[in-house]
């Protein structure tokens, strides 16, 4: 079983940058895609970021795209999120979460495994 804990969240101004973790347990995850999704009280948890098995394709959802970088270190069995330029916008619980394939898209069912999520509060 795989176990994902996300950290990095927090408070910040917006414009400010925070850097978001996802350490993996349970196995090596050195050939399985890894994304990020967020989700707000009002709203369905969105897609936010992808990146493949060995980093070497990325992608994101239009509304962060240019301002967020996703990326992980295998050895480390660890997905990141830098994020900069922060809107109030961005405020959610961002959830981590593997699939068992190199590489998925955008779609949730695409993803096998998920975090318990960290708090972002981007203020105005």
């Known amino acids: 079983q795989v176990q994902l804990v996300e950290s990095g969240g927090g408070l910040v101004q917006a414009g400010g940058s925070l850097r978001l973790s996802c350490a993996a347990s349970?196995?090596?995850?050195?050939?399985?895609?890894m994304g990020w999704f967020r989700k707000t009280p009002e709203k369905e948890r969105e897609f936010v970021a992808v990146?493949?098995?060995?980093?070497?394709?990325?992608y994101y959802a239009d509304s962060v795209k240019g301002r967020f970088t996703v990326s992980r270190d295998n050895a480390k069995n660890t997905v990141y999120l830098q994020m900069n330029s922060l809107k109030f916008e961005d405020t959610a619980v961002y959830y981590c979460a593997v699939s068992r394939q190199p590489v998925v898209g955008s779609a949730e069912y695409e993803y096998d495994y998920w975090g318990q999520g960290t708090q972002v509060t981007v203020s105005s």
């Open positions: 349970g196995r090596t995850l050195s050939t399985n895609a």
């Open positions: 990146i493949s098995w060995n980093g070497g394709s990325t």
